[in-house]
């Protein structure tokens, strides 16, 4: 089983980015896949959630309106797309995969990538 995060970086308050999880090794359909994210001295926290199988998603109040999640069920890959971003949003974010989830408690998820850096500058 493989999560590969991309597309983090520096941004500058304001700009966007967006990141990408390509995923092998387990029935992509089944799964849902999530985006965490962690702070320096924080907790991991939930961003986003998207549903492979009915394509529905959730998102963490604090992103809602600024993030967009979308999943490509032929490439395996899900995404998260960033807008507005500010210096708060700065963090390793991580993708993760579940097979029985129903929120973005991360005990619900069974696989993890191990991070892509993103760093938003005032």
């Known amino acids: 089983v493989r999560l590969v995060e991309s597309g983090g970086g520096l941004v500058q308050a304001g700009g966007s980015l967006r990141l990408s999880c390509a995923a092998s090794?387990?029935?992509?359909?089944?799964?849902?896949l999530g985006w965490f994210r962690q702070a320096p001295g924080q907790e991991r926290e939930g961003v986003s959630l998207?549903?492979?199988?009915?394509?529905?998603?959730y998102y963490a109040d604090s992103v809602k309106g600024r993030f967009t999640i979308a999943g490509d069920n032929a490439e395996n890959t899900v995404y998260l797309l960033m807008n507005s971003l500010s210096p708060e949003d700065t963090a390793v974010y991580y993708c993760?995969?579940?097979?029985?989830?129903?929120?973005?408690?991360?005990?619900?998820?069974?696989?993890w990538g191990q991070g892509t850096q993103v760093t938003v500058s005032s």
């Open positions: 993760a995969a579940g097979l029985r989830v129903t929120s973005l408690n991360i005990d619900e998820y069974d696989y």
């Open positions: 090794g387990f029935p992509f359909d089944d799964y849902a």
């Open positions: 998207i549903s492979s199988s009915d394509g529905s998603t």
